[in-house]
């Protein structure tokens, strides 16, 4: 069947319809990493979004389900070069066309992926519509895509309900959990007895307690935590502050997360609530946006954002320079920033913009790039390890 991807410019591809057959209107971004497809689907942090893969050729290892980062795909939409139509790998589940099927997400293939990214690197992100009827007319269409806004997303993609991720000493006894992701006891097993020290530091969180605040958190996040020994309750993203701080957590963990940082209003009051207790700290993405504007600092959007897994990015304190995943579209602005608040401790080494902030006089940190990600494959997982010494009484730089 016939689709077509129509853009805010009037720009139409035309393609081969995948996945579900129904309209969307959706932004379209693109993401440059050649492989992780299905961690791309599953990301919560696209939600709101139309998702064009780079790399030409998707879906050949198919789908494994043990490698889901969160319990469903949340692009509006897929849009790919050339479709595998026979995955070949042992662990595969089923085929992307499948699960796009089963999940009711609508795609686009064979339309030429690299025109597509050079005019949203060109013109910028925009808008788009997905679909397969032949007859659709522009001059309706356009009004539509203009007025599109992907709005308050993160309470679509939130858990409902606050659960528990066990630190990895109980996995044996404790199965895989509820909630937005799903988590597999071999996988933390597997990690225990291997003792890889760049990942289990000996277990070194042993019995602390993390509050992971679920703005649409990727499963590695709990479970970088619990592979080095703590214990995680994640709560929903519209949990008061007061309900965090009654639990006393040993930490404080700020997921990723989808839309634009300012639309987050109420959330970001509690985050304030969070930055004045003496709680430590860490945030990433989305989180780390919501502390920057909860203390006063300010946030814009990118061009065309940063979304792959080879991004650069240079940690001020040492100049050391590593490989990172990201997938974002708003960053901190580091000329609204207050000195006596945070400082800047990590920049992307593409085009300078901010990707972490340290807090001056606290015990909190927050990175733009996604640490619980492998893209170096480890090279950003220390962060984990700088809460936890933070947790057990350290200071963030130690």
């Known amino acids: 069947m016939k689709a077509y991807l129509i853009l805010e410019d009037g720009t139409v591809f035309e393609g081969t319809s995948i996945g579900a057959d129904k309209e969307v209107i959706s932004e379209i971004v693109f993401n440059t990493s050649m492989a992780g497809y299905l961690e791309v689907l599953t990301d919560p942090s696209y939600a709101g979004q139309a998702v064009c893969m780079t790399y030409p050729l998707i879906g050949n290892y198919g789908v494994c389900r043990d490698d889901c980062e969160s319990r469903r795909p949340w692009p509006d939409g897929f849009i790919v070069r050339e479709l595998s139509g026979m995955p070949s790998n042992f662990r595969s589940d089923c085929s992307i066309q499948e699960y796009l099927k089963e999940y009711d997400v609508p795609g686009i293939a064979g339309i030429d992926t690299r ?47 606050k659960y528990e991720v066990k630190g990895a000493e109980d996995l044996s006894e404790n199965g895989p959990v509820s909630g937005s992701a799903v988590f597999h006891k071999e996988a933390y097993a597997a990690g225990v ?53 009654a639990d006393a957590p040993d930490g404080i963990m700020l997921s990723n997360g989808p839309g634009d940082p300012k639309e987050c209003t109420d959330i970001i009051r509690e985050v ?94 927050t990175v733009q790039f996604h640490p619980e990600a492998c893209p170096g494959p480890q090279d950003s997982g220390y962060l984990f390890d700088r809460f936890i010494t933070m947790m057990n009484g350290g200071m963030q730089d130690a």
């Open 115 to 161: 025109a597509l990214t050079k005019i949203l690197r060109e013109k910028g992100t925009m808008n788009g519509m997905i679909t397969t009827n032949e007859k659709y007319d522009l001059e309706e269409i356009l009004p539509k895509l203009a007025a599109y806004t992907t709005g308050k997303v993160v309470e679509r993609v939130s858990c409902m309900e």
């Open 272 to 365: 304030r609530k969070l930055y004045e207790t003496d709680i430590p700290i860490f945030a990433i993405c989305l989180g780390h946006q919501l502390m920057a504007l909860a203390t006063g600092a300010d946030t814009h959007k990118l061009k065309y954002g940063h979304r792959g897994g080879n991004h650069p990015v240079k940690d001020l304190s040492t100049g050391r320079v590593y490989i990172s995943s990201q997938n974002h579209g708003y960053v901190v602005d580091t000329d609204r920033l207050d000195p006596q608040i945070a400082v800047p401790a990590f920049v992307n080494v593409n085009d300078g913009t901010n990707e972490g902030l340290r807090y001056t006089g606290k015990n909190i940190f």
């Open 193 to 245: 007895k291997e003792k890889r020290p760049s990942l289990v530091k000996e277990l070194n969180g042993k019995g602390k307690r993390v509050a992971l605040m679920d703005f649409g958190a990727k499963a590695n996040i709990a479970r970088s935590l619990a592979m080095r020994g703590c214990d995680v309750t994640v709560y929903p993203a519209w949990t008061k502050a007061e309900e965090i701080i």
